[in-house]
């Protein structure tokens, strides 16, 4: 994957503005943009400050990575609103990004490329290039509330 910068792309260092020069190689960091086949345009792009937030952050939420031809467990944890995969609004800008660091502070690792809203409120965030989860519920109020 492909991480390329918009002439608009803002960083931040946790909570606080910084500047492109904060991503340091080995820095952990998640990116929020449009995603194009396999590069992503990020818009957002905050440096993560404790832990790796990468890989032993997913490794140790439990995050299976990709390995083509493995079949993803059919597992979930938490709370799984009723819906049927691909309905919903497809959803953007501020909302999404509430929804995706929600996901990836609660599932580190892999690409979100979609936020969907739910019927009832909740938001899920679909996560690729994972084998586990591929669904992160998020409530009304961007609070993780289960996966699968």
């Given at each position: 994957m492909?991480?390329?910068?918009?002439?608009?792309?803002?960083?931040?260092?946790?909570?606080?503005?910084a500047?492109a020069r904060a991503?340091?190689?080995g820095?952990s960091?998640?990116?929020?943009?449009?995603?194009?086949?396999?590069?992503?345009?990020?818009?957002r792009?905050?440096?993560?400050?404790?832990?790796?937030?990468?890989?032993?952050?997913?490794e140790?939420a439990?995050?299976?990575?990709?390995?083509q031809?493995?079949?993803?467990?059919?597992?979930?944890v938490g709370q799984?609103?009723?819906?049927?995969?691909g309905e919903?609004?497809?959803?953007s800008?501020t909302?999404?990004?509430?929804a995706t660091?929600?996901?990836q502070?609660?599932v580190?690792g892999g690409?979100?490329?979609?936020v969907?809203?739910?019927?009832?409120?909740?938001?899920?965030v679909?996560n690729?290039?994972?084998?586990?989860?591929?669904h992160?519920?998020?409530s009304?109020?961007?609070?993780?509330?289960?996966?699968?």
């Open positions: 492909t991480v390329t910068e918009a002439s608009f792309t803002k960083y931040t260092r946790g909570t606080h503005r500047s991503v340091k190689k820095a960091v998640l990116v929020l943009g449009t995603v194009d086949s396999a590069t992503i345009t990020g818009t792009v905050t440096v993560q400050l404790r832990g790796d937030g990468g890989a032993a952050a997913a140790a439990g995050v299976i990575p990709f390995k031809g493995t079949p993803s467990p059919t597992k979930s799984i609103p009723d819906y049927t995969e919903g609004t497809i959803v800008g909302t999404a990004d509430k660091k929600a996901a502070a609660v580190p690409i979100n490329d979609r969907v809203k739910l019927s009832g409120g909740e938001y899920e679909h690729i290039s994972v084998n586990w989860p591929h992160v519920f998020v009304k109020d961007f609070k993780v509330l289960g996966y699968e």
